[in-house]
């Protein structure tokens, strides 16, 4: 039951500003049995040599966006996917906003610097939260996302309150609610695990001789979205994009002939090398038959019970926030 995961985060406890160092936050290693507590700076000295690091390297847009209607009214957009598979090469994104009884088809929205956004398909009706509607922007591609460096905000978690936040706090966002190695843009949310990776932590576990290897899994807003069912079983999984690249695969073949262990950084990590292995098994192909292509997962990892252990495909070992 759903009461079985409830647990109460005091709102102190809710850190509102990152630590002034990346890698001074705190880490708790579990292993098998025994528990201890360090700092993310000495992740090189827990874990075991040769190990291939698996990162999800997709970049967090500034997809939040501020306009006005005709009439003068705000409006509150969140670009969460261009509908294309991949990339920025179409004016058409699914979204969500707010006031949405103000948002129906037809309405047009004026942005900054002559963007504007006019709704093309309407939110289905549901009972389970918003839903998306499909919004048509004048701008795409790089055109799109300067504009979005320029003028959009970093798309935080509701939990951290950023009200008439000052040009210096969103710049400072936009930097560190972002991976050190973050490469692809899509992301509506950071893959928040490796948030607190540093070149100098990755260049202390390249001297243990760990690899890195990636995956690209862009971040929907589904990931805010909290279970509303009593039975987890009962509830509807969003699906989000991803691409596992050959070269990984191929990273992880060579690791698993050498006995070394693979940690994988995150759960949307872990939820790419999951869903792969789902969609190959659905589809009787093998991983390396859908490598380097877009597709998508909606798979929801869980425990029927208790005592039930998942058993991943090739992950030894994960590091992650607290859920």
């Not at 079985?4 to 809710?14: H, I, R, S, Y």
């Not at 969003?238 to 191929?250: D, G, I, Y």
């Not at 029927?304 to 058993?311: F, K």
């Not at 991943?312 to 926030?321: E, L, Y």
Request: aromatic fraction near 6%.
């Amino acid at each position: 039951m759903l009461s079985d995961f409830n647990f109460e985060v005091p709102e102190a406890q809710v850190a509102q500003r990152p630590l002034d160092e990346r890698d001074s936050s705190k880490l708790l290693v579990f292993d098998k049995t025994s528990i201890s507590h360090t700092q993310t700076k000495h992740l090189a000295d827990v874990v075991p040599d040769g190990s291939l690091f698996i990162v999800n390297n997709s970049r967090v847009i500034a997809s939040r966006l501020h306009g006005k209607l005709s009439t003068g009214g705000a409006i509150e957009l969140l670009l969460l996917e261009p509908n294309t598979a991949g990339g920025f090469t179409t004016e058409t994104w699914q979204s969500l906003g707010k006031p949405m009884r103000k948002l129906s088809k037809g309405t047009k929205i004026y942005f900054s610097e002559g963007l504007t956004g006019t709704i093309i398909r309407e939110a289905p009706a549901s009972t389970s939260g918003p839903q998306p509607f499909t919004v048509e922007l004048s701008l795409k591609g790089e055109n799109l996302l300067t504009w979005l460096e320029r003028h959009g905000e970093m798309p935080l978690p509701p939990y951290i309150s950023r009200k008439n936040a000052s040009a210096q706090t969103q710049a400072h966002d936009r930097e560190r609610y972002q991976t050190v190695y973050a490469e692809g843009p899509g992301s509506v949310a950071a893959p928040t695990a490796g948030l607190h990776f540093t070149k100098q932590v990755i260049d202390s576990l390249k001297i243990k001789n760990c690899r890195f290897a990636h995956v690209t899994l862009h971040v929907g807003a589904g990931t805010f979205l909290p279970v509303k069912t009593d039975d987890p079983a009962l509830h509807t999984m969003h699906s989000e994009r991803f691409l596992v690249p050959a070269e990984t695969l191929k990273e992880i073949e060579v690791a698993r002939a050498n006995q070394k262990k693979i940690i994988v950084v995150g759960t949307t990590a872990l939820r790419s090398l999951e869903g792969l292995m789902d969609l190959a098994s659905k589809e009787d192909l093998s991983v390396d038959a859908l490598a380097g292509k877009w597709l998508r997962t909606n798979i929801f990892i869980r425990p029927q019970n208790a005592t039930d252990r998942h058993t991943p495909w090739c992950t030894d070992a994960i590091m992650t926030n607290f859920h």
